[in-house]
Structure formats: structure tokens, C-alpha cells
């Protein structure tokens, strides 16, 4: 299963990573104006949140490794199994060359 997990930081909000300040959701900068990071070795990466609008007020993914989790949890806890190969959708066939191309 491909998820589309690239980076470490996609399991993280914003708040597990930048500096905040007294303004909810406005992050530190320097001098410059560029993001400052907490050091590495205080960055917790939390997995679940709340969203804004969410009217339900549930703890819910964030990023691509907590979703991707909770998809194979699903498929865990299911007891779902691939699919035959006969009903698998076929990938996309690579484009011909053209007359005169090798």
C-alpha cells in the first residue's frame, strides 16, 4: 500500500515543530523573518489533533504517518485481505513509441 509518506516531519503539526508565541497559531521568526525550529531534541511528534470546524471536537490524524496508520489499522482490524489478482485494477500501460523511436 502506498501512502505517500516522504518526510519525517509528515507526522507532525505545526506546534510539535516551531516556536510558538502569545498569538494562538503564530509562530516565532528571526531578525529576517525566517521560521525558527525548536532544537531537535525538544520536537515531540504527536500523531493526533483536534481540526477546526470539526464539529464532533475528535482527536484526528495529522500528516501522512498518523492516516497511514490508522489505514492499516482498519485493514488490521477487518481482517481484510488483498484483493485476487484477476479483480486488481490493471496499472497504466506505458505509451507507445512513436514510428521512429527506439
Given at each position: 500500500?502506498?501512502?505517500?509518506v516522504?518526510?519525517?516531519f509528515d507526522a507532525c503539526a505545526a506546534k510539535?515543530?516551531?516556536?510558538?508565541?502569545?498569538?494562538?497559531?503564530v509562530?516565532?521568526?528571526?531578525?529576517h523573518g525566517?521560521?525558527?525550529?525548536k532544537p531537535v531534541h525538544d520536537v515531540r511528534y504527536r500523531t493526533t489533533g483536534k481540526r477546526a470546524g470539526d464539529l464532533e471536537d475528535r482527536d484526528l490524524p495529522i500528516?501522512?504517518?498518523?492516516?497511514?496508520?490508522?489505514?492499516?489499522n482498519d485493514i488490521?482490524?477487518?481482517?481484510?485481505t488483498q484483493s485476487p489478482s484477476e479483480v486488481q485494477p490493471k496499472g497504466p500501460t506505458?505509451?507507445?513509441?512513436?514510428?521512429?523511436?527506439s
Amino acid at each position: 500500500m502506498y501512502l505517500g509518506v516522504h518526510w519525517r516531519f509528515d507526522a507532525c503539526a505545526a506546534k510539535d515543530i516551531l516556536i510558538e508565541t502569545a498569538t494562538e497559531d503564530v509562530y516565532a521568526v528571526d531578525n529576517h523573518g525566517r521560521t525558527v525550529y525548536k532544537p531537535v531534541h525538544d520536537v515531540r511528534y504527536r500523531t493526533t489533533g483536534k481540526r477546526a470546524g470539526d464539529l464532533e471536537d475528535r482527536d484526528l490524524p495529522i500528516g501522512g504517518i498518523g492516516l497511514g496508520i490508522e489505514i492499516a489499522n482498519d485493514i488490521f482490524d477487518g481482517k481484510l485481505t488483498q484483493s485476487p489478482s484477476e479483480v486488481q485494477p490493471k496499472g497504466p500501460t506505458p505509451p507507445m513509441a512513436k514510428q521512429g523511436e527506439s
